[in-house]
């Protein structure tokens, strides 16, 4: 019998991560193994992944060395960096870049990394309609991973770059879901008009990436992007009405305001809303959805999404 290749995943145990390890871990005879890569092994999420059946290593993206160890011998390495922790452009770039290295030395046969698009290919740091972050950016988090797919292009290993969407469990983790306003009324809040998100599970962005790994040649050297479905936040605020059996509105603020609401990387995050509702056309017309589908047959859209993940959300 061929011995099952081994797939490390780089933050097995977030949402990326966790998602790609559940589909390999669900699929029993696809003739691959998971090797949670974590910094912290004794974790609770790790624990579970490993009575479930995944192999457990840890190691830190700041470390190449760590990395280089726990990627030997495996077949495929799926790497995505953690932005929301650091609020590091450049952290991102040396995680990336070491990522990229470390499968590099570690002789890994596919790597995917979880990327995005570099907005400034769209909107120039010269142009002024969206304010320039941290000195050279527009939208650090999106940028910062879309000028380090160099690394991955040079690394000499096979790689593919997957260019994820808006994650549905923001609304449960990332404090973007419903809340209420000085009216008492629950609303969805975020500066985007009448344009459309692209969004997805973030399990389904795992099935995808899982999907990719099978293909084997096929996607290597490519650019993929994907979603769920594509929606307005007055469609999101209707879906939520329906799921949580109470009024949902959609609050339209202008990006300008909604960089002043005070939270770390509100700024980013507005310049993110606001690049994806300038540039709808181009960002939906990547994420196809129907493509999405032949990587993942499974592919939920909101609604489905949302009857699976309703009691999760606080209102």
């Known amino acids: 019998m061929e011995k099952s290749k081994i797939i490390a995943v ?72 953690f932005f929301w922790e650091h609020f590091s452009p450049e952290k991102e770039n040396l995680h990336a870049k070491n ?17 995005l698009e570099d907005t400034r290919k769209f909107i120039p740091l010269s142009d002024d309609r969206m304010p320039t972050l941290q000195g050279k950016y527009k939208v650090p988090h999106f940028d910062a991973k879309g000028e380090s797919n160099i690394y ?15 994650y549905w469990e923001n609304f449960i983790y990332f404090g973007l879901g419903p809340q209420k ?29 899982y ?4 293909s084997g040649a096929e996607f290597q050297g490519k650019t993929i992007s994907i979603a769920g479905e594509h929606l307005t936040g007055a469609q999101m605020a209707e879906a939520f009405t329906k799921h949580l059996g109470t009024e949902v509105k959609y609050n339209d603020v202008p990006a300008s305001v909604y ?35 032949k990587l993942n047959p499974e592919l939920l859209n909101f609604d489905s999404w949302l009857e699976k993940n309703k009691k999760a959300i606080s209102i």
């Not at 991955?152 to 808006?166: A, C, D, H």
């Not at 008492?184 to 099935?207: H, N, Q, R, V, Y």
């Not at 999907?211 to 099978?214: A, G, M, Y």
């Open 10 to 81: 780089v933050g097995g145990t977030g949402a990326q991560g966790k998602g790609l390890v559940n589909a390999i871990l669900n699929d029993k005879d696809g003739g691959f193994k998971a090797r949670v890569i974590t910094r912290n092994a004794n974790s609770d999420k790790a624990k579970e992944l490993a009575k479930l059946g995944a192999e457990v290593v840890e190691a830190d993206v700041d470390d190449k060395a760590s990395l280089v160890n726990a990627f030997k011998g495996a077949y495929g390495a799926y790497c995505v960096t």
């Open 99 to 115: 990522m990229a290295e470390a499968a590099s030395e570690a002789g890994v046969k596919h790597v995917i990394w979880s990327t």
């Open 152 to 166: 991955f292009e040079k690394s000499g290993v096979p790689y593919t770059l997957l260019n994820t969407s808006f």
């Open 181 to 209: 306003g000085p009216d008492g009324k629950l609303a969805i809040t975020f500066p985007m008009g009448d344009k459309k998100l692209p969004g997805i599970s973030s399990e389904d962005i795992g099935k995808c990436a």
């Open 211 to 214: 999907s990719i790994f099978k």
């Open 259 to 293: 960089r002043n609401f005070g939270f770390p990387g509100a700024d980013d995050m507005a310049n993110m809303f606001q690049f994806k509702a300038d540039f709808e056309t181009e960002y939906c017309g990547a994420r196809d959805i129907n493509a999405t589908k």
